[in-house]
């Protein structure tokens, strides 16, 4: 290669590790909120022996289909247990298995309403379909008390509905039952939704150092190469 050349491709290079382009990866990031500042319809009672699951349907983003986390607004007794979960939702149930179960968790303040966040750890979902979230004391043994869950007019969100079933202890009735709803209502929840992992690009750090150690190579090789 002539020397021209060998100047003209490191240039380039020099150029391409410059470029603000490739100093980071974009992530994109959709927030689902209903929640107001100060919750005003709640909906009861949750737990054993009464309605032991409630939920919410949503609608995937279709840039942001990786579930992180969502959040529920309870006023219970720490003696309830439950479980969140999330499944595919065909319009009127559950359908399909379980694509995430938290271990067993309770509330610690009966008094105020209390968010509970269920993380999934980054749950890859199919981009606009419809799945429902929700949480369950159907599958732990109970030892009392009930709960009281914040909700919001229904227009608060347009991709889903609040949803719940008398399921008792029989978490079978999930897929295999209509579920009901309270009129024209959403949970107060937040649903955190994140972009697919992106494949790295080289780093400019990477290429400024490629470009460095190419600088001195060349200069090793401007005493041996002759001009053009």
């Known amino acids: 290669m002539r020397k021209s050349n060998i100047r003209a491709w490191f240039s380039n290079l020099f150029l391409i590790a410059l470029s603000p382009g490739i100093t980071g990866l974009a992530y994109a990031d959709t927030i689902i909120d209903t929640t107001p500042s100060v919750i005003g319809f709640s909906v009861q009672p949750f737990g054993s022996p009464?309605?032991?699951?409630?939920?919410?349907?949503?609608?995937?983003?279709?840039?942001?289909?990786?579930?992180?986390?969502w959040?529920?607004?309870?006023?219970?007794?720490?003696?309830?247990?439950?479980?969140?979960?999330?499944?595919?939702?065909?319009g009127l149930?559950?359908?399909?298995?379980?694509?995430?179960?938290?271990?067993?968790?309770?509330t610690t303040d009966p008094a105020v309403f209390q968010p509970i966040t269920f993380d999934t750890?980054?749950?890859?979902?199919?981009?606009?379909?419809?799945?429902?979230?929700?949480?369950?004391?159907?599958?732990?043994?109970q030892s009392g008390g009930?709960?009281?869950?914040?909700?919001?007019?229904?227009?608060s969100y347009t991709g889903g509905a609040f949803r719940y079933i008398n399921n008792g202890a029989d978490a079978t009735q999930w897929t295999t039952n209509f579920w009901s709803n309270a009129g024209d209502y959403d949970l107060a929840f937040k649903a955190d939704f994140d972009a697919p992992a992106a494949v790295p690009e080289p780093s400019s750090r990477m290429l400024l150092a490629a470009v460095?150690?190419?600088?001195?190579?060349?200069?090793?090789?401007?005493?041996?190469?002759?001009h053009a």
């Open 121 to 141: 750890g980054g749950l890859a979902l199919t981009p606009g379909n419809t799945y429902v979230l929700f949480a369950s004391s159907s599958r732990d043994a």
């Open 146 to 155: 009930e709960g009281t869950w914040g909700i919001v007019p229904g227009s």
């Open 71 to 90: 959040t529920f607004y309870m006023k219970q007794s720490p003696s309830i247990y439950f479980r969140g979960e999330v499944y595919a939702w065909n």
């Open 93 to 106: 149930m559950a359908t399909g298995p379980n694509l995430f179960e938290s271990a067993v968790m309770t």
């Open 50 to 69: 009464d309605t032991e699951t409630y939920g919410q349907t949503i609608t995937v983003p279709l840039t942001d289909p990786v579930l992180l986390s």
């Open 212 to 226: 460095l150690c190419a600088m001195f190579v060349l200069t090793r090789l401007g005493r041996k190469v002759p």
